[in-house]
């Protein structure tokens, strides 16, 4: 068995190419649903699933309300928009108010699968998927982040360092090597798990 059911990715500057990459590596076998977050105008809504079904070798849905997502592919949610992952783990779509799209996403997904959900946070402005990333920790679920050294904007990752409920830091061309491994290797995701900071386990 698999130790994730969903991975959630969340970026935004620099995005597109970051979290391209990240698909492009991973396995058909990688048996996770990845619901992925990335901020960008509606205009370019097709065109950027259509890129992202080019490079993987996961499926791609574009996401619809009521989606079944805890199955594996890669769910592209709409640009601007949020959503959570009901009891029957169908996708609820709303509009994004604000920057911070991803937050929602993650807090359902740790609510409704715990130490069975992963987040990321690659490379973005301003600070969304550190209140997720916190709800993910508490919940038993698991962190990684993008290097902000290497990031195009490196905001968003650390912000979501800052919150003490991080598990690993890896450069963005080892984000999916370390995916794979924790989620298909036994024993992986306790041995790389990182105990929050006392703060971090404050409602936020």
């Given amino acids: 068995m698999p130790a994730f059911d969903v991975v959630v990715i969340v970026a935004s500057f620099g995005g597109p190419a970051a979290l391209s990459d990240v698909v492009a590596a991973l396995p058909a076998t990688f ?14 809504d097709t065109l950027f699933a259509a890129a992202l079904a080019r490079r993987a070798a996961l ?14 592919g890669i769910v592209v949610l709409p640009a601007r928009h ?10 609820r779509l709303a509009p994004g ?10 807090a359902s997904v740790a609510q409704r699968y715990g130490r069975r959900a992963l987040g990321v946070v ?38 979501a360092l800052a919150t003490g409920c ?8 080892r984000i999916a090597a370390t995916l ?16 929050p900071s006392p703060w971090a386990t404050l409602a936020a």
Avoid at 82 to 91: F, H, K, M, S, Y
């Fill in 82 to 91: 949020t959503g959570a992952v009901d009891d029957e783990g169908r996708l």
């Fill in 122 to 159: 690659l490379t973005g402005r301003l600070d969304d998927g550190a209140i997720g990333i916190r709800a993910l920790k508490r919940a038993g679920g698991r962190a990684v982040v993008q290097d902000p050294a290497g990031a195009a904007a490196p905001d968003m990752p650390s912000a």
């Fill in 31 to 44: 048996p996770a649903a990845v619901l992925a977050v990335q901020h960008r105008t509606p205009a370019i």
């Fill in 59 to 72: 499926p791609v849905t574009p996401a619809h309300e009521g989606l079944q997502v805890d199955r594996p």
């Fill in 180 to 195: 794979i491994t924790l989620t298909m290797a036994p024993g992986a995701a306790d041995l790389f798990r990182v105990p």
């Fill in 97 to 106: 108010a604000g920057h911070r799209l991803a937050n929602p996403l993650m």
């Fill in 166 to 173: 991080v598990d690993l830091v890896m450069p963005l061309e």
